[in-house]
């Protein structure tokens, strides 16, 4: 099983967004077997509901995020996770810091297998805003997770095991 793991702040806003649109391709991708989607946060406090407008952006595009817990980053799902996929550019340097035995395997979002990544690496957090900034966060994340899929079912499918230095960094 190739485990991809979403990675935000408070593992409230961003992250159940990418985890619930990744899950659905997922399924029906007929990967469901191969490929276990779950996410993190930096400084999440375990067992929080997904924001509103995260679940009502969710609901909008058909996907249901209304059973999301939080959960904060461990060693443990470190180590059991195969790729890592951060919101920020400080998740990103706080997890290597953390956890630099799991550096090859943490990325940021944008630039993970993409060969001209946009100069905003960023996916801003919508924590607090209108309804209207988390659409826009949900269309940068599902343009993001689109773009590299194709190459995760594809390494997938001939049956790889380990994909950390398949991405690309900026």
């Known amino acids: 099983m190739f485990k991809i793991l979403f990675i935000c702040t408070a593992n409230i806003c961003r992250t159940p967004i990418a985890k619930y649109y990744l899950r659905d391709k997922v399924e029906k991708s ?32 058909g996907l249901d995020a209304s059973e999301h817990t939080s959960t904060g980053i461990t060693a443990s799902i470190m180590n059991d996770s195969d790729l890592i996929l951060c919101m920020s550019i400080q998740h990103r340097l706080d997890l290597v810091s953390i956890f630099p035995q799991h550096a090859d395997k943490i990325f940021l979002l944008k630039e993970y297998s993409n060969e001209t990544p946009e100069k905003r690496l960023s996916i801003p957090d919508p924590y607090g805003r209108k309804i209207e900034v988390y659409r826009e966060v ?25 994909f950390s230095d398949q991405g690309k960094r900026a």
């Open 30 to 61: 007929g990967l469901s077997g191969k490929i276990e989607v779950d996410s993190a946060g930096t400084w999440a406090r375990g067992g929080q509901s997904a924001a509103e407008n995260s679940i009502a952006v969710c609901r909008e595009n």
């Open 138 to 162: 949900f269309r940068e994340i599902a343009s993001e997770i689109d773009r590299f899929f194709p190459e995760i079912k594809r390494l997938v499918s001939n049956g790889a095991v380990a």
